[in-house]
Each structure stands twice: as C-alpha cells, then as structure tokens.
C-alpha cells in the first residue's frame, strides 16, 4: 500500500465522516426552522379548515334540529292527550310561547271579533261547542296555539265548523287566521 492510498483511507475514513458531522451541526438549526415552518402553517390551515367544517356542520345540525323540533312540537299536541302534551311541552322548553308576541299571547285571551275575513262567502251557520268538541275534543280548554297545531288534520267543513264557533265565540285571530289559510 503506498503512501496515496493511505491517505485516501484516512480522509474517508476519518476526515469525511468528521466533515459530515460539521455540515449536519451548521445546517440542522435551520432545516429545524424549515421544518418547523412547514408544519406549523399546514397545521394551522388544517385547524383553519377544521374549524370552518365544524361549524358549517354545527349550523346545518341546529336548523335540521329546529326543524325537527318544530314538528314535535305540532304532533304532541295532536298525539297526546291533554294533560301528557303540556307535559311534554314543558319538558322540551315549550318554545311557541317565547316565539309568539305578547300581543299574540293575549288574543288567546281576549274575546274580539275580527274585520271581514277573507272566508270565502257561505251562509253563517251556528255552531255550538259540542260539535267544535267532536271535531277536536277539549276545545274550551285549549289555547289557540294547541287548536292551530291540530288543524292541519281538518277537513274543509271540520274546518268551517272551527271558523264559525271561534268567529262566534271568542273570536281567537290566531285561529281565525289560520282557518282561512287552509280554507
């Protein structure tokens, strides 16, 4: 062996590796700093992503269970009877009263006869509670937010029946109104 591949030996043997150590040791403090940057800002457009497809999702899960609530809460009172449905009501945080007005809470109430309605034009015909009862039993005791989730399930003439007693009686402008929309 001569003194040149001696000295070969010794460069890749010890040299070299002692090199590559030395450029590892300058250059690893910034493939650190690029690495770091690399995965810092995807992860920070994945949170961003996450975050906006949570609540996307969040929103369409509230308006679906609105939705559903919603109907709940208008077959409850066609479902139960009446003391289960208040019940139930209340256990669902009865939210048809916080929706309505004051002014529309007080109607339930208060007797008033409303202006011309837009009731196609029958002869009047008198009504009295026990045929409104037999079309939607414990009428008297109902308030007008009960009767109008049941009359959806009317006929025309169950529903004129309800029409002409209210119109009659208490004059209820929730039930009024929500018998012309059907008529």
């Known amino acids: 062996m001569d003194d040149g591949d001696l000295k070969k030996l010794i460069d890749y043997a010890v040299y070299a590796p002692v090199g590559i150590i030395h450029s590892i040791a300058e250059a690893l403090p910034r493939a650190v700093e690029e690495g770091r940057s690399v995965v810092e800002s995807r992860a920070a457009a994945a949170r961003f992503i996450g975050r906006m497809a949570v609540g996307m999702?969040?929103?369409?899960?509230?308006?679906?269970?609105?939705?559903?609530?919603?109907?709940?809460?208008?077959?409850?009172d066609l479902v139960l009877p009446?003391?289960?449905?208040?019940?139930?009501?209340?256990?669902?945080?009865?939210?048809?009263?916080?929706?309505?007005?004051?002014?529309?809470?007080?109607?339930?109430?208060s007797p008033t006869v409303p202006a011309e309605s837009a009731i196609p034009k029958a002869p009047r015909i008198q009504v009295d509670l026990a045929?409104?009862?037999?079309?939607?039993?414990?009428?008297?005791?109902?308030?007008?937010?009960?009767?109008?989730?049941?009359?959806?399930?009317?006929?025309?003439?169950?529903?004129?029946?309800?029409?002409?007693?209210e119109l009659g009686h208490r004059g209820r402008k929730t039930i009024l109104a929500r018998a012309e929309k059907l008529l």
């Open 57 to 76: 999702a969040e929103t369409k899960a509230q308006a679906q269970l609105a939705e559903v609530r919603k109907q709940a809460e208008g077959l409850i």
């Open 82 to 109: 009446e003391p289960w449905a208040d019940l139930a009501h209340m256990v669902l945080g009865d939210q048809r009263e916080e929706q309505a007005s004051p002014a529309a809470r007080e109607e339930d109430f």
């Open 131 to 165: 045929e409104v009862e037999a079309v939607i039993p414990n009428y008297a005791t109902l308030s007008a937010t009960q009767i109008t989730a049941k009359m959806d399930l009317l006929s025309k003439r169950e529903l004129r029946l309800v029409y002409e007693y």
